[in-house]
T-cell receptor, first 115, second 113 residues
Framework: DTEVTQTPKHLVMGMTNKKSLKCEQH?????MYWYKQKAKKPPELMFV???????INESVPSRFSPECPNSSLLNLHLHALQPEDSALYLC??????????????FGSGTQLSVL | SQKIEQNSEALNIQEGKTATLTCNYT??????LQWYRQDPGRGPVFLLL?????KEKRKERLKVTFDTTLKQSLFHITASQPADSATYLC????????????FGAGTTVTVRA
């Protein structure tokens, strides 16, 4: 199984809502990532978990809260988002994370719209 | 500051021709450079990785070159097909043991039948 599964595929939320994005992989990878991508822009790294510990937080606002319950699961909790947070949110995984030749396996993403 | 630049936002080519995409970087000393394909509304898919000591890497109709002196990688799609239409992203890490994989903005290739 070489898939990274993200749910939901689409999400519309108001600025006062709380929602969560979910990501799952069963490749035994120990590094998991959240990227944010706006239209016609490159993916931008938000968070990296390595061996279930937060290794990188790219100065992301606190309205985004990541969680890694176990080595297969990654969540992104959303609260009090702004319309400019509307984007494609991509989850990715890699075997260990800090080996330079590792490729990333991406999910299909969650298209988020904040009204 | 560190930059990854892909010089063409869009490339339109006739089926059967070769598409050549460019990735230039500044203030990086990467040991590896990666190329990904992204279709609309989907996540990027890994295509090829080239190491700093490799001049060229091939996979089927794809060829990548890596010139660390010029700080540039070229990505070629030979005998292009309409199914090759997608956005192609180059990516690299600041150093060999860095978690952060950064992407260029991508070049959107459209292959006309």
């Amino acid at each position: 199984d070489t898939e990274v599964t993200q749910t939901p595929k689409h999400l519309v939320m108001g600025m006062t809502n709380k929602k969560s994005l979910k990501c799952e992989q069963h490749m035994g990878h120990r590094a998991m990532y959240w990227y944010k991508q706006k239209a016609k822009k490159p993916p931008e790294l938000m968070f990296v978990y390595s061996y279930e510990k937060l290794s990188i937080n790219e100065s992301v606002p606190s309205r985004f809260s990541p969680e890694c319950p176990n080595s297969s699961l990654l969540n992104l909790h959303l609260h009090a988002l702004q319309p400019e947070d509307s984007a494609l949110y991509l989850c990715a995984s890699s075997p260990r994370g800090r080996t330079g030749d590792e490729k990333l396996f991406f999910g299909s993403g969650t298209q988020l719209s904040v009204l | 500051s560190q930059k990854i630049e892909q010089n063409s936002e869009a490339l339109n080519i006739q089926e059967g021709k070769t598409a050549t995409l460019t990735c230039n970087y500044t203030n990086y000393s990467p040991a590896y450079l990666q190329w990904y394909r992204q279709d609309p509304g989907r996540g990027p898919v890994f295509l090829l990785l080239i190491r700093e000591n490799e001049k060229e890497k091939r996979k089927e109709r794809l060829k990548v070159t890596f010139d660390t002196t010029l700080k540039q990688s070229l990505f070629h799609i030979t005998a292009s097909q309409p199914a090759d239409s997608a956005t192609y992203l180059c990516a690299l890490r600041p150093s060999s043991n860095d978690y952060k994989l950064s992407f260029g903005a991508g070049t959107t290739v459209t292959v006309r039948a």
